[in-house]
């Protein structure tokens, strides 16, 4: 019934030229547009990738987390949850597509949360450089890529900032979860990231747009990473102890 309710309010602000509205979902509130597929699952389903939010918070109620990171956070709904829900002290967003951090920020402003979240228009790679981001289509705006995936438009690009989280981040002895939702640049992004990984506790959640599982699983085996699962796109490694 709570969908259909959703669905009936969602198109009755359709019509009547309320595009974007704004909708509640899980005590936040968000700025929606439901022609678009992410906004369309919060809007309808209250819930973004509930199952995967569900095991990072698992994560992170059962011990202390220094931090949380998203890469990739598109319009924020991982990040909005961890904030609200006080999962984590350090909550850190980067999103580097213009579009998708506008938005992010709309959001974050919304629920009182611009100042406690650190939302950079960055991309993350292996080096600092100028890199091209291909925007998603209209209708799937978390499909813009540096990787330019098959499925992403090239219709429309934007000259983002690239940087090595390394050389903007510098810790040792932190307990850090990480979401990674980067269409196809994940390995790239996580070699930047190298010295965080070993040098501290972290439970990884990567999204995987290739076939290049085996050289993930390589490469988080270097860093002294356990595979965990997969969840669909989604891989789950860790170095933390007691986790399985």
Request: proline share 4%; net charge negative; aromatic share 10%.
């Amino acid at each position: 019934m709570e969908r259909i309710a959703r669905r009936v309010y969602c198109r009755t602000m359709q019509r009547l030229g309320f595009v974007p509205t704004v909708i509640r979902a899980q005590g936040a509130r968000f700025i929606v547009d439901t022609r678009e597929y992410i906004d369309r699952g919060i809007a309808l389903d209250a819930i973004w990738e509930g199952p995967q939010i569900e095991d990072l918070a698992a994560v992170c109620l059962g011990r202390a987390v220094d931090c949380f990171v998203d890469v990739g956070a598109s319009s924020g709904f991982y990040t909005i949850m961890f904030a609200i829900k006080n999962l984590a002290p350090t909550i850190i967003a980067f999103e580097p597509d213009p579009g998708s951090h506008a938005h992010l920020m709309a959001n974050l402003n919304l629920n009182g949360l611009a100042n406690r979240v650190s939302a950079l228009d960055l991309a993350l790679g292996d080096r600092d450089d100028q890199v091209l981001l291909y925007e998603g289509h209209e209708s799937n705006r978390g499909e813009s890529s540096i990787a330019v995936p098959d499925q992403t438009p090239k219709t429309k690009a934007h000259r983002v900032r690239q940087v090595r989280f390394d050389d903007q981040y510098r810790w040792g002895q932190k307990s850090v979860v990480i979401k990674m939702d980067i269409e196809g640049h994940e390995l790239s992004a996580l070699d930047g990231m190298s010295p965080t990984l070993v040098d501290n506790d972290c439970y990884v959640q990567v999204e995987l747009y290739s076939d290049r599982f085996e050289e993930m699983r390589s490469l988080f085996t270097r860093f002294g990473y356990r595979y965990l699962r997969s969840r669909n796109l989604d891989h789950y490694f860790t170095n933390m102890p007691g986790i399985t």
